[in-house]
């Protein structure tokens, strides 16, 4: 009964609570409606506008960081309009009459402005601020604020730079608080970009452009624009366009081929037009000369790509309508190791080749204009017979599976083209293919180069693919040895390795190939041994067993307890039923610690490992 009487009294007094906390909030609310009461005052001004002068527009030098902060800048987050506690509309918002930024379309490509705007900003209200900030690519800064309804501020264009300018323009209230509906009305943000001067175009050819040129002359242009970036080059003979080239960055180059030859001694006109990003564009004429008749010149004596193993005789041959003032044979030649030799023969039109090698070799004819021919040659000299490297490994090799991972290249050394022929057992071998038969594998690889050379080698091995056999001595699997266990375990083949033994997770010591030990510590045992042939082949084997002290285990713990008498204090039925609930509780409390003690004891004597 005591307790339901406590029970009404304390709901009774969370109800007062929840009432007096109830008044006091109603009373806050009222208040707050009062203080946020007001006028508005609105201030008008002429319309006047301001120009950015030379002596007041000048740009300013200001940390970039603070301007990129300034540009990067969030207008901050807005109250809610209401609480959960007030329920009153808010007063109404003032509607504000956002800026006009007035600046020409870009007239040039891509964005850009070749020709400089004027930017002109209106506040257009009567209260508030208009700030704008203008920043070009090397920091420099303008930046002001207009207030006043109808009052403008204007950037003449001379006050532009080349590049890239940033032009922020934002609104603020009269607390100096920044403005925004989620619209971007009342902040822009603007990239003006300015390039009003013509690509830089330099024109050069390799010996100028009163020199002749045979076959072809081939000009460089280079093109510079520091601003927008070089675009597009275009490329005219004869006043017919024959090329259009994208050049893309600052500086961009690009090669012209001047092919169709002159004409009764006259230059070939050839016209350049490089523009930029901006539409800037400069022109550039030049005039070349082309002379396409060439010496012949012929070698005999060998063919090109020819792979022998005999000396190499050569006969050169030229010829020309006016006459031959030089040939010259210039090359290389290259070892059997690599290394590099240079060839260099005139005069005489005999060339003889003997040592091994590759030659490379280049003969040019010139003739009295200073026209010239070339014509190339490679011959191949191999004496010698292919080297086989690698299969000697495998020589009494023990393998669970064969496959021949190598390539070519890292098996046979030889610099000229070879066939590669192998068997296995054999049979023709194919390197892709996987070998599981077990037993002796007899390899055999034979190589011949273009020339001829040969070279052949062999290897035996052996593929196993048997597990090894692990043998355990002195115990069986489960089995309960009384006092002590010994335990003696080994491979049957002792050409495999017993490679580990753990005895419950500890690692033993393996002498001569075998373990041995003896367990005299009751408890329970698990020995896992691990072993491994040559070919790789594991087994792993476990076995457990258990040893018995003479020592008993604690006896059962059913007279610890006594019967738990108590007399009945409570007055009524109820209270008979809560206290036996409660002896019962206390009992089963009584036997679960018991239990733990004994399990602990238990478990305490199993932990006990060998030594």
């Known amino acids: 009964m005591a307790g339901k009487r406590m029970m009404i009294v304390l709901l009774l007094g969370i109800m007062a609570l929840v009432y007096v906390t109830g008044l006091y909030a109603k009373?806050?609310?009222?208040?707050?409606?009062?203080?946020?009461?007001?006028?508005?005052?609105?201030?008008?001004?002429?319309?006047?506008?301001?120009?950015?002068?030379?002596?007041?527009?000048?740009m300013e030098e200001e940390s970039e960081d603070e301007v990129e902060e300034e540009l990067e800048k969030e207008p901050e987050e807005e109250p809610d309009e209401?609480?959960?506690?007030?329920?009153?509309?808010?007063?109404?918002?003032?509607?504000?009459?956002?800026?006009?930024?007035?600046?020409?379309?870009?007239?040039?490509?891509?964005?850009?402005?070749?020709?400089?705007?004027?930017?002109?900003?209106?506040?257009?209200?009567?209260?508030?601020?208009?700030?704008?900030?203008?920043?070009?690519?090397?920091?420099?800064?303008?930046?002001?604020?207009?207030?006043?309804?109808?009052?403008?501020?204007?950037?003449?264009?001379?006050?532009?730079?080349?590049?890239?300018?940033?032009?922020?323009?934002?609104?603020?209230?009269?607390?100096?608080?920044?403005?925004?509906?989620?619209?971007?009305?009342?902040?822009?943000?603007?990239?003006?970009?300015?390039?009003?001067?013509?690509p830089e175009v330099e024109v050069t050819a390799p010996s100028g452009f009163e020199s002749w040129y045979q076959d072809t002359a081939i000009l460089t242009i280079k093109?510079?624009?520091?601003?927008?970036?070089?675009?597009?080059?275009?490329?005219?003979?004869?006043?017919?366009?024959?090329?259009?080239?994208?050049?893309?960055g600052k500086n961009g180059s690009s090669q012209f081929s001047v092919i169709?030859?002159?004409?009764?001694?006259?230059?070939?006109?050839?016209?350049?037009?490089?523009?930029?990003?901006?539409?800037?564009?400069?022109?550039?004429?030049?005039?070349?000369?082309?002379?396409?008749?060439?010496?012949?010149?012929?070698?005999?004596?060998?063919?090109?790509?020819?792979?022998?193993?005999?000396?190499?005789?050569?006969?050169?041959?030229?010829?020309?309508e006016n006459g031959i003032a030089s040939w010259r044979m210039t090359g290389e030649r290259e070892t059997t190791d690599g290394s590099i030799r240079p060839l260099e023969q005139t005069?005489?039109?005999?060339?003889?080749?003997?040592?091994?090698?590759?030659?490379?070799?280049?003969?040019?004819?010139?003739?009295?204009?200073?026209?010239?021919?070339?014509?190339?040659?490679?011959?191949?000299?191999?004496?010698?017979?292919?080297?086989?490297?690698?299969?000697?490994?495998?020589?009494?090799?023990?393998?669970?599976?064969?496959?021949?991972?190598?390539?070519?290249?890292?098996?046979?050394?030889?610099?000229?083209?070879?066939?590669?022929?192998?068997?296995?057992?054999?049979?023709?071998?194919?390197?892709?293919?996987?070998?599981?038969?077990?037993?002796?594998?007899l390899l055999k690889v034979r190589v011949k180069d273009a020339a001829g050379n040969e070279a052949k080698t062999e290897a035996r091995f052996t593929i196993d693919r048997t597990k090894p056999e692990i043998i355990f001595t002195g115990i069986t699997d489960g089995q309960e040895c009384e006092g002590e266990a010994e335990v003696?375990?080994?491979?049957?083949?002792?050409?495999?390795?017993?490679?580990?033994?753990?005895?419950?997770?500890?690692?033993?010591?393996?002498?001569?190939?075998?373990?041995q030990g003896v367990f005299k510590d009751a408890g329970e045992y698990k020995v896992t041994a691990v072993a491994v042939d040559k070919a790789g082949n594991t087994t792993k084997e476990s076995i457990a067993f258990s040893v018995i002290s003479d020592e008993k285990v604690l006896s059962t713990a059913s007279g610890m307890f006594s019967q738990i008498r108590g007399k009945k204090t409570l007055e009524n039925e109820e209270g008979e039923v809560k206290m036996n609930q409660f002896k019962i509780i206390m009992i089963l409390i009584s036997v679960l610690i018991v239990g733990i003690i004994l399990g602990g004891i238990v478990f305490y004597k199993q932990r006990k490992v060998p030594r």
């Open 27 to 58: 009373e806050a609310v009222a208040n707050e409606a009062v203080t946020e009461e007001g006028d508005e005052a609105v201030a008008e001004e002429d319309g006047t506008e301001e120009e950015i002068t030379d002596d007041q527009g000048d």
């Open 82 to 198: 209401e609480s959960e506690d007030h329920e009153e509309s808010p007063l109404p918002e003032k509607v504000w009459e956002a800026f006009k930024i007035q600046i020409a379309e870009p007239d040039g490509a891509d964005g850009y402005y070749i020709t400089k705007p004027n930017i002109v900003i209106h506040h257009m209200d009567e209260q508030g601020s208009t700030n704008y900030i203008l920043i070009n690519e090397n920091s420099e800064i303008i930046k002001g604020s207009i207030a006043g309804k109808g009052k403008q501020t204007r950037i003449p264009a001379n006050k532009l730079k080349q590049g890239v300018h940033r032009l922020l323009v934002y609104m603020n209230n009269d607390n100096g608080e920044r403005l925004e509906d989620g619209t971007g009305k009342y902040r822009v943000e603007k990239e003006i970009r300015i390039d009003t001067i013509a």
């Open 223 to 248: 093109a510079n624009d520091t601003f927008s970036g070089t675009d597009v080059i275009r490329y005219y003979i004869y006043g017919l366009q024959v090329k259009t080239e994208t050049l893309q």
């Open 260 to 320: 169709p030859p002159s004409d009764k001694g006259q230059k070939i006109p050839v016209k350049i037009e490089v523009l930029d990003q901006a539409g800037n564009l400069t022109v550039i004429n030049k005039g070349v000369y082309i002379d396409k008749q060439d010496p012949q010149i012929t070698v005999t004596g060998a063919l090109h790509h020819e792979i022998t193993s005999s000396d190499i005789e050569l006969k050169v041959q030229t010829s020309d």
């Open 347 to 441: 005069g005489e039109k005999t060339v003889h080749l003997s040592e091994e090698g590759i030659y490379r070799m280049e003969f040019q004819a010139v003739d009295l204009a200073g026209r010239n021919s070339t014509t190339n040659l490679q011959v191949i000299i191999d004496k010698t017979d292919p080297l086989i490297r690698l299969i000697d490994e495998l020589e009494g090799a023990y393998v669970r599976e064969f496959r021949l991972n190598i390539s070519k290249e890292e098996m046979i050394e030889e610099f000229t083209s070879y066939e590669l022929v192998m068997s296995l057992n054999g049979r023709l071998y194919n390197a892709q293919e996987t070998i599981y038969e077990e037993g002796q594998q």
């Open 488 to 515: 003696e375990i080994e491979v049957e083949n002792k050409e495999d390795t017993l490679e580990n033994v753990r005895v419950n997770g500890r690692k033993m010591t393996v002498e001569d190939g075998a373990f």
